[in-house]
């Protein structure tokens, strides 16, 4: 269920290779729209698109599991991000504005300027961290699709590469404004106009994302019918 290549750009040998292997199934389904469109006329299947299994879950059911932080007060959450200037220049702004300290899980510690850097964290704290914040700086999927879950302001600054996942469940839920392209040359003025747009987004527009997605209950039904 759900597979995912993780790229809209796939090398021809790996293209091949993957179709082989595809052709072999009787029902598929898979996470990016980019992967739909282009296996389904290689293979005599149908090919589903599904959210990833987390969407499967509601954030109900991962509070019933989730370890929050202790002590930590008001923070900002950042997660999985690649040191730049601008990303500390968004910090240095989100700190002022929401009057929160800048806590990094996972990575090295100078990848931003962090008050608080903790190494690592089991699943269950990775989604307390996630719900306790009061804002969430993230450049993975898998924090994205939680800050979405569990009704997070975020933004997200993109990886340097295999984006698409990302870009997909953004796309769905109509929140690419969430997505942070701060070009070298972009004066501060400008990112704080962005940024107060941004941070007023409202917790309903975060929820859209499950009005958008393809229906929970025929994904649930494809598993059970496949």
């Not at 690649?82 to 002022?96: C, G, I, N, V, W």
């Not at 993975?140 to 302001?153: E, W």
């Not at 990112?191 to 997605?213: D, K, N, P, T, Y």
Request: glycine letters at 2%; charged letters at 30%; one cysteine or more.
């Amino acid at each position: 269920y759900a597979a995912s290549v993780g790229k809209d750009e796939v090398p021809a040998d790996q293209k091949s290779l993957i179709v082989s292997y595809a052709k072999r199934f009787q029902a598929i389904s898979v996470r990016e729209k980019c992967t739909k469109d282009w296996l389904e006329t290689e293979v005599d299947c149908p090919v589903e698109h599904v959210c990833d299994p987390v969407f499967l879950l509601d954030a109900e059911e991962y509070r019933a599991i989730e370890k929050k932080p202790e002590n930590l007060g008001k923070y900002i959450l950042v997660y999985l991000v690649q040191p730049s200037k601008e990303l500390d220049t968004l910090l240095d702004f989100l700190r002022e504005k929401l009057g929160a300290k800048v806590v990094l899980i996972y990575g090295a510690k100078d990848n931003c300027k962090c008050d608080v850097h903790i190494r690592d964290v089991s699943p269950e704290e990775f989604l307390g961290y996630i719900d306790a914040a009061t804002y969430v700086v993230a450049s993975s999927f898998h924090a994205t699709a939680f800050s979405c879950i569990l009704r997070k302001q975020f933004s997200v600054v993109l990886p340097q590469r295999n984006t698409v996942r990302i870009e997909d469940i953004l796309s769905v839920a109509e929140l690419n404004q969430r997505i942070i392209r701060i070009e070298i040359e972009l004066r501060y003025r400008f990112l704080v106009i962005f940024f107060r747009e941004s941070v007023e987004h409202s917790a309903e527009q975060i929820g859209s994302l499950f009005h958008r997605m393809p229906d929970i209950s025929q994904q649930q039904r494809f598993l059970i019918d496949s």
